[in-house]
């Protein structure tokens, strides 16, 4: 895209993505194979684009699958300043002519050196001090980016006044409060659950509890999407309850990278905090009515804004 960077993303989780589509309902074995970025860095940046903002990504980049990604990139107009690790990128093979997105392999990520880490560290570094913005995502298991970079990443940006944006959740979120602040930060109920935070049969109040505990740690505004119920969040000390629109579900995968997207451009744009919750329940609506992952024309955003209901709970 023309112009500066307006936001740094940083993605230590990047991958490359291949996927199998169905042509025709014949059983011929023959499929429309179709190669992308992926994981939470790209999703997001890719959203923030279709939004008007200029992203610019950085993350580790290596051997085949690398070069792929660094030339998919250019072809996604989102521009990426890889760090060239020695060991190759980690990539996914799905197949979804059933309908369903079937996993048939993953290569692993690459294990980062310490010359790597420290590179990608200061990379990051650059372009947040540049933007003045930074969005957090989580890293790939095994890739060797240890809590403490998240830790001292934290720190660093708040001592300078970075403003962060974070979707993340577990050992990576801890570490990250414990060296800083974030501005905002997205996460689904379904990663909470996951890290044992609350069970799936929670109420919203046992849900609200727990964010304020994080608003506590540091998480100064944070958004709980949870899938087709109503996102909660907590901004600016206010609780508010996020309906969005009810659409047919063609693939849910992504949906949750769209929100932050529409999330970061809606904070850069200093938004009120209703508008902001609806342009992005309306991302993440508009996401699972297409095959991409976190794709959604800002048209179709923008009108879907509409749809959503906002409740104000009140003061927490």
Known sequence: MAGEPT???????????????QIDASDDGVGDIHL????????????????????VVCGPAGGEAGRALRALMTDWEVEFRPIVVEGPSAARI????????????????????????DDLFGS??????????CVVTGRLAGNGIGDEVFTRLGRDLAASGVRTVGDLHGPELSAWLDGGPLDLLKVSDEDLIADGVFDENC?????????????????????????????????????YRAHPP???????????????????????????PADMLRLACAAGSANVTRHGLATGSAGLVHQLAHEVVIEEVGAV
């Open 94 to 117: 799905h197949d979804r002519r059933s309908g369903q997105r079937a996993e048939l392999a993953r290569a692993l990520p690459p294990a980062l050196d310490r010359h790597e880490v």
């Open 36 to 55: 992308h970025p992926g994981g939470q860095g790209f999703w997001i940046a890719r959203m923030l684009s279709q939004l008007g903002e200029r992203p």
């Open 246 to 272: 009810v659409l047919s579900v063609v693939d849910s995968s992504g949906a949750g990278d769209s929100m932050t997207g529409a999330l970061t451009a809606a904070f850069l744009a200093k938004v009120e």
């Open 7 to 21: 936001v740094c993303v940083f993605a230590p989780g990047l991958l490359l993505t291949v996927t199998v589509e």
């Open 124 to 133: 990051v570094l650059e372009l947040a001090l540049a933007t003045r913005t």
């Open 203 to 239: 109420s919203e109040e046992a849900i609200a509890c727990e964010i304020l505990k994080l608003v506590d740690r540091g998480a100064h505004s944070v958004v709980v999407s949870r899938g087709d119920k109503p996102t909660l969040a907590v901004v600016a000390g206010l609780l």
